[in-house]
């Protein structure tokens, strides 16, 4: 009787992974969220500050003006290549290429951190393709559960991350070494799980005869034929004018999506320098791992309230815009200011909930106007942009060919000033957007934008 229960057991788990293989998408769905909650549990990242200027590498004279500001610059150089390269790859090779250089990253961080900043920009540059795999393999009216299954197994790893991290600091009091090769075990199963990732039979942007064919064959009709977008061609640029041309609407969200996306990135690279100016972690207790976890969850509850928000955002959006900004530039001021640690955590909590609000409304107010080509194409554009303001605030403000301010306050008081000048400029945007649209302002949202609300949430976070 074992021997056949054994058996039966057996013959059910082959079914079921049998079935789970032949879904359409929900076999390339596990994989990849497997893979994206491994690859972002990235253990020590809370703590990376501490490990670079402490007794293991003892460079905290190089970090501020020289160290960080190389990934800055290597991440602009990457982006474009790797952003064309995904999909002409059809985005498996890229995504296991991630899952090497993330172990190549932790290894790196035993030997030498230069070559680790260039290293960890390949890393971040070649996210695009955990992005838009699933897009291009499974049925589009999986679109939403997939993207919430992937958010949530992001989510979940970089909370769970970052809550193990400070977890192993504060009550097992482990050396940061040690916390870096625990890192390096849980990134390592990113990579092998990435291996079983089915390749994509097709391509969102440099279609062929094949792809077209196999875009037939599987009746997915949600795309617009990519060629279109680079060869242009006249049957279908009007669909690309009104991205880039007639649409001025879309032009100030990404406007605002490039500057607070560049601002964004510069406090989130510094913060834990800050943190350290504030209270040196060779002498104090830090919560850098629970402070990030923490932003995790309140950012992410913040980013999914959009949907339920019965706001006319094309109407309200730009003064809300203005609005969180403000707030956002008074956090950055709080963090610039204040001598209390715990002050300054709920600053960079503040700050990150309010950008992570903002960025999901931007990108539905953006991809709810476009096909997915073409909003990937401007999610694309728009991160090259904000890479680009970035690299030049980094040239004038940390670089020591300019400013070199190696004074942490000064350079959250201009950042602060940056998310300042941002606020007012969408204040004054958003005001007047509100005074012409009132009289159409009280009519609710139609069913079909309420919809995408919900959806391009989940996507973004």
């Known amino acids: 009787n074992k021997n056949k229960n054994k058996h039966f057991l057996k013959t059910v788990q082959m079914d079921c992974w049998a079935k789970l293989k032949l879904s359409s998408w929900a076999y390339p769905t596990a994989v990849l969220s497997l893979y994206g909650f491994f690859a972002n549990c990235r253990v020590a990242e809370p703590f990376l500050t501490p490990y670079l200027i402490g007794p293991h590498k003892n460079i905290s004279a190089e970090v501020t003006n020289y160290l960080f500001p190389i990934w800055t610059y290597s991440y602009l150089a990457f982006l474009f290549p790797v952003f064309l390269l ?10 296991v290429t ?49 993207t919430g299954y992937l958010r949530s197994a992001m989510l979940a790893g970089y909370t769970f991350g970052a809550s193990l991290g400070q977890v192993l600091v504060s009550i097992a009091e482990m050396d940061y070494f040690y916390i ?18 089915p390749m994509p039979q097709r391509r969102m942007f440099f279609k062929g005869k094949k792809d077209a064919d196999i875009k037939a064959q599987s009746g997915i009709t949600h795309f617009v034929p990519y060629h279109s977008c680079i060869l242009l061609r006249q049957n279908k640029i009007n669909d690309y004018s009104f991205c880039f041309v007639v649409c001025l609407h879309l032009i100030y969200w990404s406007l605002w999506w490039a500057l607070a996306t560049a601002g964004y990135n510069q406090v989130f690279n510094y913060i834990q320098l800050m943190w350290d100016h504030i209270e040196p972690s060779a002498t104090s207790s830090i919560y850098n791992g629970g402070v990030e976890a923490v932003c995790s969850l309140v950012g992410s509850a913040a980013a999914f309230s959009v949907g339920y928000i019965k706001v006319t955002w094309a109407v309200w959006g730009e003064l809300a815009l203005g609005l969180f900004s403000a707030i956002a530039a008074g956090s950055v001021f709080l963090m610039a200011l204040t001598s209390s640690i715990w002050a300054c955590y709920v600053g960079y909590v503040i700050f990150k909930s309010c950008y992570m609000f903002l960025i999901t409304i931007t990108t539905f ?41 190696d004074i942490l306050s ?16 969408f204040l004054i945007r958003g005001t007047y957007t509100a005074c012409i649209s009132h009289p159409t ?14 959806v391009i949430d989940a996507e973004h976070f």
């Open 180 to 197: 870096n090769a625990i890192s390096l075990g849980i990134v390592s199963m990113a990579f092998f799980i990435s291996l079983w990732l």
């Open 441 to 454: 302002a009280t009519q609710p949202e139609d069913k079909g934008q309420k919809s995408s609300v919900e």
């Open 86 to 95: 995904t999909d002409f790859m059809r985005h498996k090779p890229v995504i």
């Open 410 to 425: 000064l350079q959250f008081i201009i950042y602060g000033s940056y998310y300042s000048a941002i606020s007012l400029l």
């Open 98 to 146: 991630q899952g090497l250089f993330l172990i190549t990253n932790y290894v790196l961080l035993f030997q030498t951190v230069f070559h680790q900043q260039i290293n960890y920009a390949v890393v971040t540059s070649t996210e695009v393709a955990y992005f838009s795999y699933i897009y291009s393999i499974i049925p589009s009216e999986n679109y939403q559960r997939a």
């Open 365 to 405: 107010q953006i991809a709810s106007k476009l096909s997915m080509e073409c909003y990937a194409l401007m999610f694309g554009i728009n991160t090259f942009v904000a890479l680009s303001l970035q690299a030049i605030i980094t040239v004038i403000v940390v670089d020591e060919a300019a400013l070199g301010l």
